[in-house]
């Protein structure tokens, strides 16, 4: 098997590895619409008091709201994606089994969390966006080009998110548990990518700089692009560029890593 067909393989493997839970992805659709509801209306009445804060009226707001509940499990933005399952396999010794696979680590974890991130996109994204689109005003594109440039995006953003969780999870060579990792991974996700409220409103040098980090590529680029509040050239090069630099130093602590288990005779 050829290796683009391999990492294919990998992809398809991890979207119906995830489609077999059906019962947890609809209470995931349920929960993310509720969530969904409870933040477009506390962000009404922030953007009551505060029209245009982060350069976004109330359509654009909402449309935020509702494009961050169908990213949340698509980009793993709290953790719990490929991240979690090779944190386990480090701690047990069983990714001793993974080095010794014909394929490369890093691209075999890439190509698993992709399948998963497409299947949660279709399977708990999608329907609290529509749901979100026929209730609520939302500052949705007419034309069929932003969505494409949106869809460029999400797949930089895809890319983006894995990287930050296989640094994370290769940590677990060093530190053999992932309970505080994990507990990092969900905070900085969670605040950093903009799932509390917009980078663009975040105020004065404290918000130009978590503009810059790599968490700003998973939600708030995607949104930008979506609504017309940016050049998507430029949110591709933002991307691109952490993207490139992420998997750069994953391959750095990665062969590190694995230095280390040849050392201790794993």
């Known amino acids: 098997m050829g290796s683009g067909r391999l990492y294919l393989a990998v992809a398809v493997g991890g979207f119906r590895r995830y489609a077999t839970y059906r019962a947890a992805t609809a209470a995931g659709v349920f929960t993310n619409t509720v969530f969904g509801v409870i933040l477009v209306y506390t962000y009404l009445a922030l953007w009551d008091e505060k029209p245009h804060l982060g350069g976004y009226g109330q359509a654009q707001a909402v449309t935020y709201v509702w494009l961050g ?3 949340y499990a698509t980009l793993a933005i709290q953790g719990g994606g490929a991240e979690k399952d090779l944190m386990e396999r480090i701690r047990t010794g069983e990714i001793a089994v993974d080095l010794y696979r014909p394929a490369d680590l890093q691209l075999w974890w890439l190509a698993g969390d992709v399948g998963r991130a497409l299947f949660q996109m279709l399977g708990r994204g999608v329907l609290p966006f529509l749901f979100g689109a026929v209730f609520f005003p939302m500052a949705l594109p007419t034309e069929i080009t932003p969505w494409l440039a949106f869809v460029v995006t999400l797949l930089l953003a895809t890319v983006v998110s894995f990287a930050i969780r296989y640094l994370a999870a290769l940590s677990v060579f060093w530190l053999m548990d992932g309970m ?50 940016t050049d998507p050239w430029r949110a591709y090069a933002f991307q691109a560029a952490w993207a490139v630099v992420l998997l750069a130093a994953g391959r750095l602590v990665q062969s590190a890593a694995t230095r280390r288990v040849v050392v201790q005779g794993g």
Request: proline share 8%; charged share 10%; with cysteine.
């Open 69 to 71: 509940q169908c990213l």
């Open 180 to 229: 505080g990792v994990n507990q990092a991974l969900m905070i900085t996700g969670i605040f950093f990518s903009g799932m509390v409220l917009p980078l663009n409103a975040f105020p004065g040098a404290f918000g130009e700089i978590v503009r810059v980090l790599p968490w700003a590529a998973q939600l708030q680029m995607p949104a930008d692009v979506l609504m017309g509040e």
